[in-house]
């Protein structure tokens, strides 16, 4: 079975302790940094009040890093991205998770930090907050780079260019912000067989989960001590 190994700590204290060129790709969902209409709503909330519905039938963990505004965003970004470019081969590709919100901020970030943006993949979520007056808010967005070309050869796959899964609910949800299995097994393909998957965000461990599974190695790093416990249970199941 692949390996894996989560640090536990700060994504910027930790990557530039990496080797460089030693992942094939990164496929991350930081902290959006989004769901405040205001300074206030985006200082004074916690992730858990812009992220989860009131009637949610959960208490799962907060977590920290999600109320910078937009410049201060787009700058941490492209520090983080920056140092996950170095970290990935040539040819690696980038997957990073925004919402409707964020996605210009991430896009100026990945390519500020190096990266050749490549395309957008929305992800559909047919369970989704309805906006009275206007459009139901039902995707997110999944931004496409690679660290120079589409290394096409080594990976030969056709992907869609547009996903449709649900969050998981019940027992299945271990973060408020978790992305379902299904999805992540699918965009963990846009990395080479067998080779390894950094995520600088892992919180619950879905993208390693999926990385396992598929036969490819795993490298995360998670802020939170509790989510990463929760994310190392989910990785020890998966590699088993």
């Known amino acids: 079975m692949p390996t894996w190994t989560l640090h536990q700590g700060d994504a910027l204290t930790l990557l530039p302790t990496l080797p460089a060129d030693s992942v094939a790709a990164t496929i991350t969902d930081p902290p959006y940094n989004s769901g405040g ?54 040819g690696g590709p980038l997957l990073v998770f925004t919402d409707f919100r964020q996605l210009p901020a991430t896009s100026d970030a990945l390519q500020a930090a190096g990266w050749t943006w490549r395309g957008i993949v929305p992800w559909h979520k047919p369970i989704s907050r309805p906006c009275k007056g206007g459009f139901k808010r039902a995707c997110e967005y999944v931004l496409w780079a690679t660290k120079g070309p589409v290394d096409a050869a080594r990976n030969p796959v056709y992907l869609p260019g547009l996903f449709t899964a649900s969050q998981p609910r019940g027992k299945g949800r271990l973060h408020i912000t978790q992305k379902p299995d299904e999805l992540m097994a699918e965009l963990v393909k846009i990395c080479v067989p067998a080779g390894t998957v950094l995520d600088p965000f892992t919180g619950s461990g879905s993208t390693g989960v999926a990385a396992l599974t598929s036969g490819r190695p795993f490298l995360g790093i998670e802020l939170s001590a509790r989510i990463a416990d929760t994310a190392r249970t989910r990785l020890k199941e998966a590699a088993a």
């Open 37 to 90: 209409l205001t300074a206030t709503q985006r200082t004074a909330h916690a992730a858990r009040d812009k992220y989860v519905s009131g009637d949610a039938q959960h208490a799962l963990p907060d977590f920290d890093g999600d109320t910078r505004d937009q410049r201060g965003y787009t700058l941490w970004m492209t520090l983080v991205l920056a140092e996950c470019y170095r970290i990935t081969a040539h």
